[in-house]
């Protein structure tokens, strides 16, 4: 199973459903209420994945954004956020590499995707 992850900065009720519609076959996901833990699914390539919203992500602004499936749109967490920033137009943080639970973060690096470009920068 892969995984994808990223962070959505002030997140606005429907714009994940909006963007991941372009994206997934059979979207079922109600992202109405951004401030409760929303659950999904759809289809990539015939498999079934599940999609997560957890809002209140790193300091309350961020929603986390967590897609799971045999097979998944994006090959990273990197290209995941790109497409969403160029759908949502607000600031998209993802972990720089493929970081797995339980490892040491190494130097806290995030990249970050906003109307400045792409940097990797330190979450705080």
């Known amino acids: 199973m892969q995984d994808l992850e990223i962070y959505i900065r002030d997140l606005e009720a429907g714009a994940v459903s909006a963007w991941l519609a372009n994206h997934l076959d059979h979207l079922e996901l109600d992202d109405s ?3 409760t833990v929303s659950k999904g699914a759809a289809l990539c390539q015939g ?3 599940k999609i997560t919203l957890y809002p ?3 300091g309350k602004r961020f929603t986390c954004l967590v897609m ?3 097979a998944l749109p994006w090959n990273t967490d990197l290209e995941c956020a790109r497409s969403a920033w160029r759908a949502m137009d607000t600031e998209i943080r993802c972990s720089p590499g493929d970081w797995k639970e339980g ?3 190494a ?3 995030w990249w970050r995707l ?3 470009g792409e940097q990797q920068v330190v979450w705080n």
Do not use: I, Q, S, T
């Open 33 to 35: 209420d951004v401030a």
């Open 47 to 49: 498999e079934r994945l």
């Open 56 to 58: 209140g992500a790193f």
């Open 68 to 70: 799971e499936g045999g």
């Open 103 to 105: 490892e040491p973060v």
């Open 107 to 109: 130097d806290e690096k």
């Open 114 to 116: 906003d109307h400045r």
